[in-house]
């Protein structure tokens, strides 16, 4: 039996499972307080989990570990801002320096989701910047 690139294509397409669009991960993206696509609704209140640069989870135990990663994330940029908001105005307060004793610790701990590579550390700076924290 002759396959075509055609219906090697739709078979490829139909076994691929985007977990991350499967209608359990936008429930658990919702009772998490995040949009149906992952991110957070305010960005003041940190990034989504989509929007951390993790790996695409490949299971419903991924997506748990996801959020649980965010959620531990964004409360270290809290501590991070609430660090930087505690410097003496005088002396100039650098994000990245923050970043370094308080966020990146826990994504170290989280690495196994791709939340201690660089694309963390990048949206994270964003982050901060957008924030209106300098970055080092």
Do not use: C
């Amino acid at each position: 039996m002759r396959i075509t690139k055609k219906q090697l294509r739709k078979l490829i397409r139909e076994s691929f499972h985007d977990v991350a669009k499967d209608p359990e991960t936008i429930a658990k993206f919702q009772k998490n307080g995040y949009t149906d696509d992952g991110r957070t609704k305010n960005k003041q209140d940190g990034l989504g989990p989509l929007e951390w640069g993790m790996y695409t989870p490949q299971s419903q135990e991924e997506v748990d570990n996801m959020i649980e990663a965010t959620i531990q994330m964004n409360q270290a940029l809290e501590l991070a801002v609430d660090a930087l908001m505690a410097t003496n105005p005088e002396v100039p307060a650098y994000a990245e320096n923050a970043y370094y004793d308080h966020v990146q610790p826990v994504q170290s701990t989280w690495s196994k989701t791709g939340a201690a590579d660089t694309e963390g550390r990048e949206h994270a700076a964003d982050w901060f910047e957008g924030q209106g924290w300098e970055w080092n």
